[in-house]
């Protein structure tokens, strides 16, 4: 049975704030084109394996202003989180289990709430 951790508000409010932040900008990255700029496609199978990308129109200025942005937050959110004074609480595998732990909350929680 896992060892329960009784993280404050504050740190489970910003780990899933980081964790809403990191989907959104996998999927944005899923929804843009492959290059930022434009480049013309290319097909290659010199290699290992054949490597094939079509034509990118590169990103607009919106676009590139939205990753700058969702990538700002994710990266004050990591900050916040792993500087966090809760931690000081904690040493050696304690530290690191209560860490893994406190990335699987969002998980039990929607368990528990089933």
Known sequence: M???Y????DLLAGQEELRQVRAELAALFKRLPWSVEPLDGFSDDTGWRKVE???SPGWTADEQAEVEKLRRREHELAVFVTTHRYWSELTGPDGVAARSRLKHTHGAQRDEDA
Request: charged residues 20%; hydrophobic residues 30%.
């Open 2 to 4: 896992a060892t329960p």
């Open 6 to 9: 009784d993280f404050p508000s």
């Open 53 to 55: 990308r079509p034509a």
